[in-house]
């Protein structure tokens, strides 16, 4: 059977037999569908927001509204992706017993992310008088994230996202480079090291693949 990547990608790319209720940080990236530009663009290597990725970044902001337990890092809305760091807290125990408060449930990852993709989809719609057309891509991609080195070195990603642009795949412009040439322009523009710029490559090779990103760093 010849691989279909559309159809693929339609399978969980969660990582098998991991509870996504735990507590802990999450790297997530959400893309548009088709990878269609529609947030913005990028000018002077500063993202500039539409209407559009406005709403988005709204509806970010008002996750951990809707679900006490998330806590909210990094994030950055690019022109057709988004990168964000989701932190899942404890819920608060209550009583002599220390059960949870009857009325908190605790949210899975998938969830959160499932909520702030179909409202912020939703509104977008509205905006632009397309309803039910997707915005979103069927699927996300997350990377558990194990450490606090692997915690800054994501932040420092996300935060120099923009800069990175001309060197990013999902860049409808982008003039193909060697992998070195990239990792070259990177190091100067953004000072990462070879080690860091190895996971971040890696990372952005398995979300577009639909892989699982779970590992070490």
């Known amino acids: 059977m010849n691989y279909d ?15 996504y209720t735990r507590p802990g940080a999450y790297f997530v990236t959400i893309c548009t ?4 530009c529609l ?19 709204t509806h970010w ?12 890092d990094a994030f950055v809305i690019m022109p057709n992706h988004v990168h964000g760091i989701i ?24 969830e ?14 509205e905006l632009r008088n397309t309803p039910g057309v997707s915005l979103w891509q069927r699927n996300y991609y997350d990377h558990i994230i194990r450490n606090e080195r692997a915690l800054n070195i994501i932040r420092r990603y996300i935060l120099y996202n923009p800069l990175m642009w001309a060197y990013d ?13 990239m990792k070259s322009g990177m190091k100067q523009k953004c000072g990462f090291t070879d080690e860091e710029l190895d996971f971040i490559i ?8 639909g892989r699982e990103t779970d590992d070490e760093m």
């Open 202 to 209: 890696d990372y952005d090779i398995k979300y577009r693949m």
């Open 87 to 110: 932190i899942l807290t404890e819920i608060d125990m209550v009583g002599a017993g220390l059960k949870p408060a009857p009325t908190i449930k605790q949210h899975g990852l998938p």
């Open 33 to 36: 569908e088709g990878r269609v």
């Open 5 to 19: 990547p559309e159809k693929h990608r339609r399978r969980s790319i969660r990582l098998k037999g991991y509870d």
């Open 61 to 72: 902001n008002d996750l951990p509204h809707h679900y006490p337990q998330v806590k909210l």
């Open 169 to 181: 795949m999902d860049n409808p412009d982008r003039h193909p480079l060697s992998t070195e040439k």
């Open 39 to 57: 947030f913005g663009n990028i000018s002077g290597e500063t993202m500039q927001l539409n209407a559009f990725g406005r709403i988005v970044q």
């Open 112 to 125: 959160i992310v499932r909520a702030l993709k179909t409202f912020s989809a939703r509104r977008v719609n």
